[in-house]
């Protein structure tokens, strides 16, 4: 899933590689395209009979929904609210999920109720 042969830097947040055209060379970042991501470099929702029924759903709502959370809330890290740095590392399997489950509190910062 990160493998160096495929994503520049794999290591890191880039969400950026997602936004870039086929050819476009107007960054530094060779990031990856839609073209090699068809090839199966990047298949968050599994694929075949037993792919994600879900897909176009979770395309159309996941903008709006982290924009939501980015938006209205601030958020605290780990149980206390007092942890300083998420820790990314990502087990293995398919859908690469957190070796370290992600705990943070959300705190309200704006309330479009409050006039
Ligand atoms: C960001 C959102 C989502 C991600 C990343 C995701 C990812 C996945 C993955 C990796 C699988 C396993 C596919 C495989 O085994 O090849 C799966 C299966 C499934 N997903 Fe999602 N999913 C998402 C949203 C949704 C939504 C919104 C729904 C329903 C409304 C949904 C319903 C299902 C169901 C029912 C299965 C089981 C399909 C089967 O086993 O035949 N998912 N999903």
């Known amino acids: 899933m990160r493998d160096p042969e495929i994503w520049e830097d794999p290591n890191e947040f880039h969400p950026e590689r997602f936004l870039k055209e086929k050819d476009d060379s107007s960054s530094d970042h ?3 395209n839609d073209a090699k991501r068809m090839e199966f470099n990047f298949v968050p929702f599994g694929a075949g009979r037993r792919g994600c029924p879900g897909t176009a759903l ?3 709502l996941m903008n709006t929904a982290v924009a939501a959370m980015v938006q209205c809330f601030d958020w605290k890290i780990g149980e206390d609210g007092k ?3 998420v820790d990314m590392q990502s087990g293995s399997g398919m859908s690469l999920g957190m070796v370290h489950p992600l705990i943070c509190i959300p705190v309200v910062h704006f309330n479009p109720y409050d006039e």
Do not use: S, T
């Open 83 to 85: 942890g300083e740095k």
């Open 58 to 60: 979770a395309f159309n």
């Open 30 to 32: 060779d990031y990856q």
